[in-house]
């Protein structure tokens, strides 16, 4: 079996779902590796690796016919080491993997959606620059949860100063996406939503902060009025500063004032991700060659449409079913059937 990156192919198969079976007569034999001619380095079998050897399967030594059914199962999963630096579409979003731990279970392939968290520790609402408090946030992103380290830097406090409205600072004018909290459930259907005096799943179990686990805060800097725009006079850096407060029935966003020296937490808003699709995979199975008492090989050839991704692996799982009397070998050892058998593996 032959594991092409290729970008065409003929028809399309879900991932999750197992492929249709394809069954010879005679002495067959399963072989599983990249196409070095034809697939390119990011696409190939186990992207990344070293190119290797094949993997040969080589059934041989009955006198019976044999029965060979490959299923083929696959399985897209995320890389165990931490993403290098996101790269932005041009509409200034970023695009995550449809199995990223922090994608919402309810947003599909495709969608588009933000992250909210409440800061787990503290600090003034002295200065006046909204860079210090954007920089505040981003650091707590950075010791945040492991997936959303990467986008740190791309995180906005959800504050006002006297020359910037939150509003712009987060880019959350317009209609806008869904919010969610990070890790958690829905915070707004879009940005009028979030604008609206109240969130959804707003309470001290479901407020999330920069690590996902639940965060009791009574009040949150803001500085800002329930619509995003900055507080006519309770503004970052102002003698006294406005609050929001995220529990049921009160104005998350702005609901008291708070004194200008006093330690309070703050809201970080990731930038828009849009989730993209798993590759999608086609097989499509060549002639195997055999005969009684000798052996021969059968290839499958798996077809990517788009590239995977860096430290992303593709997993098929086959079987092998055989007749009383037939023998396999997988890289030199051989094991033989006195009655019917059925081996399995998995190439990664």
């Not at 290729?6 to 010879?24: H, N, Q, V």
């Not at 041989?60 to 890389?79: E, K, N, Q, S, T």
């Not at 996101?86 to 992250?115: C, E, I, M």
């Not at 079987?319 to 058998?341: I, K, M, P, W, Y």
Request: proline residues 6%; charged residues 15%; hydrophobic residues 35%.
């Amino acid at each position: 079996m032959k594991i092409n990156g290729k970008d065409d192919f003929m028809s399309r198969a879900e991932p999750s779902r197992a492929m249709s079976a394809f069954s010879w007569l005679g002495r067959l034999g399963l072989s599983a590796c990249p196409s070095e001619s034809s697939a390119p380095a990011d696409c190939r079998f186990g992207a990344g690796r070293a190119a290797s050897p094949c993997d040969s399967l080589r059934v041989g030594r009955g006198l019976l016919p044999i029965l060979l059914g490959l299923y083929a199962l696959f399985g897209f999963v995320a890389p165990a080491a931490a993403q290098t630096a996101p790269t932005a579409n041009d509409d200034g979003s970023y695009t995550v993997p449809h199995y990223w731990a922090l994608k919402p279970s309810r947003v599909p392939v495709g969608g588009q959606f933000r992250l909210l968290f409440i800061s787990s520790t503290t600090r003034n609402i002295n200065p006046t620059d909204i860079g210090t408090y954007n920089t505040f946030v981003q650091g707590r992103a950075a010791a945040g949860h492991t997936a959303i380290r990467p986008y740190s830097s791309t995180f906005r406090v959800l504050g006002s100063t006297s020359a910037v409205d939150a509003r712009d600072n987060t880019s959350t004018t317009g209609r806008g996406v869904p919010i969610y909290w990070l890790g958690g459930p829905k915070v707004a259907d879009n940005y009028v939503d979030f604008y609206d005096g109240s969130w959804d799943n707003q309470n001290s179990s479901l407020n999330r902060n920069e690590s996902g686990t639940a965060q009791h805060s009574n009040n949150v800097g803001t500085g800002s009025n329930g619509d995003g725009t900055r507080h006519t006079s309770n503004y970052f850096g102002a003698a006294s500063v406005q609050m929001g407060n995220p529990h049921s029935l009160r104005d998350p966003i702005s609901f008291t004032a708070g004194v200008r020296n006093t330690l309070v937490r703050f809201y970080g808003l990731s930038p828009v991700f849009v989730v993209a699709p798993p590759p999608d995979v086609s097989v499509h199975p060549t002639d195997a060659i055999g005969r009684e008492g000798g052996t021969g090989t059968a290839s499958v050839e798996l077809r990517l449409r788009r590239a995977l991704d860096s430290g992303e692996t593709l997993t098929v799982t086959y079987s092998l079913d055989t007749r009383a009397g037939a023998s396999e070998s997988h890289n030199g050892v051989t094991l033989s059937h006195t009655s019917g058998a059925t081996s399995t593996g998995t190439v990664t």
